[in-house]
Nanobody, 127 residues
Framework: QVQLVESGGGLVQAGDSLRLSCAAS????????MGWFRQAPGKEREFVAH????????SYADSVKARFIISRDNAKNTIDLQMNALQPEDTAVYYC????????????????????WGQGTQVTVSS
């Protein structure tokens, strides 16, 4: 009942910035949170950041704190990920995700906590 579409990926050099966007459609009001995950070749999908749609509170992976900023526009049903000071280790496919979860633990969010996924957008950072 929810479709997510990412955009904004590309090829950049270390130190550059990039903004990813995710557009949601359908019964978006049912989602409690939306976020971003990333997956590099041969590695597991890992949490990057998420934002609660009601309160606007955010959470970030330690690896991206102080560099990435997640934001949302509920009226437009979009979330963005502003990525600054990109490093080669940030290279991955970035996925937008939405969750119907009613409560959240204090531990790092896992992919199993999300119900809807976009197709992903490639981010490549060269040194």
């Amino acid at each position: 009942q929810v479709q997510l579409v990412e955009s904004g990926g590309g090829l950049v050099q270390a130190g550059d910035s990039l903004r990813l966007s995710c557009a949601a459609s359908g019964r978006t009001f049912r989602m409690s949170a939306m976020g971003w995950f990333r997956q590099a070749p041969g590695k597991e999908r890992e949490f990057v950041a998420h934002i609660f749609r009601n309160s606007g509170m955010t959470s970030y992976a330690d690896s991206v704190k102080a560099r990435f900023i997640i934001s949302r526009d509920n009226a437009k049903n979009t979330i963005d990920l502003q990525m600054n000071a990109l490093q080669p280790e940030d290279t991955a496919v970035y996925y937008c995700a939405g969750s119907l979860r009613g409560s959240w633990p204090k531990s790092t969010p896992q992919p199993q906590m999300y119900d809807y996924w976009g197709q992903g957008t490639q981010v490549t950072v060269s040194s």
